[in-house]
């Protein structure tokens, strides 16, 4: 069973307003939070406050933002993805009030990069970029509160635009290219945003332990009382582990619903990493909770998979029908950021090889992420296109980083009699060019 990551590897920043502070942890090792049901009452509040506020100050870029980070944060947790069609009218209205406004093009372009619109982001990114005064971008010659208020707005918005640059570059798989600009980012300027970039830059690299270890001392610097950034930071831990450990994965996806029983991804999460060692009734109960309930069509796509693996045919139907109706909806609304978990549809319930294929290599196109390139391949394989051989030779150097690779290369290198066996190989070294300018 494939398991793409595409759209985490995207969400990488978690939209949380964080300050430097040390976590408090109780006895029992659990951070104290508000009441998970509170926390979503609040965002709901926030998210209506913010759209009041925006309503009154039509081009106000700042006050778009603000509106931004709510949606974001809420279509994250909750799978809500009609505040994208939202977020995606407010930043599109901003951007044609305030055209030359390097913080309306950096609004923009986040939502444009979380559905997966890569290119036009990146065209938005260099155009902000080429608008800020160059002076203000070089951070460390700078104390930035001596500044003037446009400098160190300026500042700020090329530190967002340089850090998406690096989201940008996790997703099209070239994780070594940005390395060393998040790294040199956590260093100057530790906190939960910056290290928990890092840590995910080095889970794309394969390296764990390190990762882990980064996102722990990410949590030292969160001093706020909200559960979203404890339980994701849970939920990355489990997708650190997933592909080795499903069994040390489900505690850590179990940890981030404790959190955060409406944090729709890291239900799905489980129920798969269930699924994998053995549990797959536990598996369908977690959906069959939720089920109906969410704008997240993987959930029914999932449980739509399950219940035929276990036998429960006429069951199954219905729900397959439902995402696959969900599916077309979003693909016609957003074409390029749910082409990943349609392509599981299609290999799982959905049963259409061929189908899957098509979106998997669309995703690939678009996103070469390590997670893309497995599931091109189990896709190529299942529909026996001509191309797996070639996506096996190029998965060859990147292996050793992330299991699902070396696993598929395994499985299917026999097919290719004719190509070099893909033995294991060294991940190419980090570059030291990054694709963001120093900010």
């Not at 049963?351 to 190529?380: K, Y």
Request: aromatic fraction near 6%.
């Amino acid at each position: 069973m494939t398991r793409t990551t595409g759209a985490t590897l995207v969400c990488a920043c978690l939209l949380l307003l964080t300050q430097p502070g040390q976590a408090q942890d109780s006895s029992e090792g659990r951070y104290r939070t508000t009441h998970p049901d509170i926390a979503l009452r609040n965002l709901d509040f926030q998210v209506n406050r913010a759209r009041i506020i925006a309503q009154r100050q039509p081009g106000d870029a700042g006050a778009v933002r603000g509106l931004l980070d709510q949606l974001l944060t809420r279509a994250q947790f909750r799978g809500s993805y009609s505040d994208y069609d939202e977020a995606l009218t407010i930043t599109e209205r901003l951007l044609g009030q305030r055209p030359d406004d390097p913080l309306a093009k950096l609004e923009r372009a986040r939502i444009l990069e979380r559905l997966h619109r890569f290119d036009e982001a990146e065209t938005l990114l260099t155009e902000l970029e080429a608008a800020l005064d160059r002076v203000a971008l070089d951070r460390v010659a700078l104390d930035r509160v001596a500044l003037d208020p446009d400098r160190r707005r300026h500042v700020a918005i090329a530190d967002d635009a340089a850090r998406a640059r690096i989201r940008i570059a996790l997703a099209r798989g070239v994780p070594e290219r940005v390395l060393a600009d998040a790294e040199r980012r956590a260093a100057s300027n530790p906190g939960f945003g910056s290290l928990s970039q890092l840590a995910f830059t080095l889970h794309a690299l394969g390296r764990i332990d390190e990762a882990e270890a980064t996102y722990l001392e990410a949590l030292e610097y969160w001093d706020q009382i909200s559960p979203f950034a404890v339980s994701w930071i849970e939920f990355q831990r489990g997708e650190l582990h997933v592909d080795r450990d499903p069994a040390r994965a489900a505690v850590h996806y179990r940890r981030a619903l404790d959190y955060m029983p409406a944090y729709v991804t890291a239900r799905v999460h489980l129920a798969e990493a269930l699924v994998e060692v053995g549990a797959i009734d536990e598996a369908i109960e977690l959906l069959e909770a939720i089920a109906g309930q969410s704008e997240e069509p993987e959930v029914d796509s999932r449980l739509a998979e399950f219940l035929m693996a276990a036998g429960r045919h006429e069951e199954a139907a219905p729900v397959r029908e439902r995402a696959l109706r969900d599916y077309a909806e979003l693909l016609e609304r957003h074409p390029l950021a749910f082409l990943d978990h349609i392509a599981e549809f299609w290999l799982g319930s959905g049963n259409d090889p061929q189908q899957a294929w098509d979106m998997a290599e669309r995703n690939l196109a678009n996103a070469a992420s390590d997670p893309a390139l497995a599931l091109a391949i189990e896709a190529a394989a299942a529909a026996e296109r001509p191309e797996l051989c070639e996506l096996l030779e190029r998965a060859g150097p990147r292996r050793a980083r992330f299991v699902e690779l070396d696993e598929l290369i395994d499985e299917f290198q026999t097919r290719c009699p004719d190509a070099e066996a893909s033995g294991p190989q060294q991940v190419e070294p980090p570059s030291s060019t990054s694709t963001a300018p120093l900010a």
